[in-house]
């Protein structure tokens, strides 16, 4: 009941800081918006523009991108896709001789497979530009969006083999898990951007943000028994995971853009 009663506040303690980020999100964008629409007679009209990029983060997740606005304001879409924790098989292995009068050993070996995680998602921004020279310039906003990952699972294969008198026996079970995750998120934009000449323009940034995950993991085993031949298999076993937190803030997760800018 204690326990219950824990996750329900930290539930309703989320949801708190949830609804004042977003407020402050949209108090954000709002100011920014109104500070760039408020020019006065003299001021040079802010050229428009369409951008074109492509962003990469950490040599494993690559960003489509669009943009349009002007010099001072961009609004952005992104489209993401990426993958993580390449293949590893890890071993292990334990054999066992005993000699009692029958001649009689045990042998275990297990195999592990982690695959590969893909992850796809979409997200919108609402940028602001500050010009520090002709080449250089600072970049601040808001962002949303929502992350989809699918891991085709951890895939375990353990073999127990025994040699006796009687003969020789051996189980195999081979154990298969996969899980998918929904990650809606919303925070923040802070980066840089060089122009390399008008056309070409690199950003840099990072995004901190709040995020919210849901996890459903789903496994079985099939057994198979030698030299008798029979198989068997477990039902799937589903289990539901929520959790939520802050991601976004360590340089492993800062995004280089290259984009092609169109002036009207």
Known sequence: MAQSLSLALQKTIYMKNLKTTFALTLLFIT?????????????????????????????NSFSLQYRWGNEKVLCRVTGNIGATGLTNNNNTSNTNYQNNGSSSSTSDGTQTKTPLTLNTGVGFSILSLKQINPKFGLMVGGTAGLIYSYNTGQNTITNSSQNNTNGNTWQSSTTKSTSQTLQPYMGCVLGAYFKINPSFIIYAEIAPNLFYATTQTTSNTTYQYYPAGLNSKSGDTRVNNNNFGISGLSNSGAMLTLVYRITK
């Open 31 to 59: 100011s920014v918006l109104s500070a760039q629409q408020t020019t006065t007679p003299t001021a040079t009209p802010a050229l428009k523009v369409k951008e074109f990029g492509i962003g990469i983060v950490n040599l």
